[in-house]
């Protein structure tokens, strides 16, 4: 049987082949209107005309036919996905740095995406940031147009971040290597950092390489620290079996209380704090000494870990250098070394008798 072919020289003559396979019959106006159906469905009711008429065409031409549709529902989404609502507005945020010059950016930005913007080697020594004088980590997002000032190991600010940072490193060694241990506080000092801790067992000066190995994993891990809120009942109810966190939670001011945690450690700080663990620089554990809660010697005696952290291994160094060599220049060891004074256990403890110019005792 032969079959009779129908030449389609629009897409309306694919609309009405299409309709009349249904059984209708439909006027040249009635495909007019229907041409004012969305282009997409068109294009699709061209290609099934086409096929459902036996046109003629070779494959080739259908295969366009659909390629210029997708390409038109291409554009369509690009455009939804990228103006979005008509009535969205952009709002630019413009960021003044220390030394005058400015950096818009489209919405708000994080302080690590600023450093970033300005180039990767800082922001890979960026600690934190400034911002309109207030320090934040560098996951702050700032909103609206702000003075930034960037900070790194080298700044003062810095230094004295990385010690705060690597107190609670320190603190999450600790709690590895005496599981049950609680902490009361651990903050950064002129020359270092302590963490005041409640441990299960005692802690003597010959465990500090232990503590000091931990903490190395710890940096290898490269844990972030992360910023959370609790309210003050949330919090209160989480520590309810910790006096000291307790004790933090009703010093601290405001019905929201900020916490950061690393790895395995969590403990209540105001922060800001380091990126990661990996950024706290090149430490070493200094001592141990006894502490009073709130220096209170009717409470619980706390065991003092000290210690201290530089940017470069060079200054650290350098700094147990110094250490040395006040030891050496101590005046109750030189005093003892050129006989000018002495001490007796059974009279007046504490008290020192001098000598006469270093001869014999008084007694």
Sequence with gaps: ??????????????????????????????CRNTMLVDSSMVYLLHFFGCVFAQNPFKKYLLTLVMLRALVWFCRVCWVVLSVGSPTRKTTMVTITLPDGSKKEFESAVSVMDIAKSI?????KATLAATVNGVLVDTTYVVDSDSEVSLVTP??????K???????????????????????????????????DVDSPEPISADDLKTIE?????????????????????EAEAKY?????????????????????SQGEFEDLCLGPHV??????????????????????SSKQQLTRVYGTTFATKEELAEHLHRIEEAKKRDHRVIGKQMGLFE?????AQGMAFWRTNGGDSLS
């Design 1 to 30: 049987m032969a079959v009779k072919y129908r030449q389609l020289n629009s897409k309306a003559d694919c609309l009405v082949v299409l309709l009349e396979r249904k059984g209708r019959k439909n006027s040249t106006q009635d």
């Design 119 to 123: 180039g990767s080697g800082l922001a």
């Design 154 to 159: 080298e700044d003062a600010a810095g230094l």
């Design 161 to 195: 971040l990385m010690r705060h940072s690597a107190a609670h490193v320190m603190a999450e060694a600790i709690a590895r290597v005496y599981p049950g241990t609680k902490f009361a506080y651990g903050p950064a000092i002129d020359d270092g950092f302590y963490y």
């Design 213 to 233: 190995k931990e903490m190395k994993r710890i940096v290898k891990k490269n844990a972030r620290f992360e910023r959370h809120e609790l309210s003050r009942e």
């Design 240 to 260: 309810a079996a910790d006096e000291y966190k307790l004790d933090n939670i009703a010093a601290a001011k405001g019905d929201t209380i900020s916490f950061y």
């Design 275 to 296: 990126p990661s663990a990996g950024k706290i620089g090149n430490f070493k554990l200094m001592s141990i000494a006894g502490a009073y809660w709130h220096g209170d």
């Design 343 to 347: 001490f007796h256990p059974k009279e």
